[in-house]
């Protein structure tokens, strides 16, 4: 009894070609959309951290839901900008 190869790939109809193609950039649109707005909130978060003397990353860090540490990292990478901004402008 010998059967056929099955088959490895077919040509999709074009309309479900174009619909895959049109979900998949949106999944590419919405990914670039994501990491902007996990950069923007970690610059917030390190700006309102390093704001405050003590308690600030333990604050921010409850509401974002991140450890302290993390906090506490993005506080001192925004203290460091801020740092090399006014020695810059010096």
Known sequence: MKTSPRP?????????AR????LAQKVEECTMALEQARGALGE???????????????????QVGWSRQH?????????RRQGNGQKDAA
Do not use: C, F, N
């Open 19 to 22: 619909h895959l193609d049109r």
């Open 8 to 16: 490895t790939h077919v040509a999709l109809d074009p309309g479900e």
């Open 71 to 79: 906090v506490s990292t993005l506080a001192a990478a925004h203290r």
């Open 44 to 62: 917030a978060a390190g700006r309102i951290a390093a704001g405050y003397e003590r308690g600030g990353p333990a604050a921010v860090a409850a």
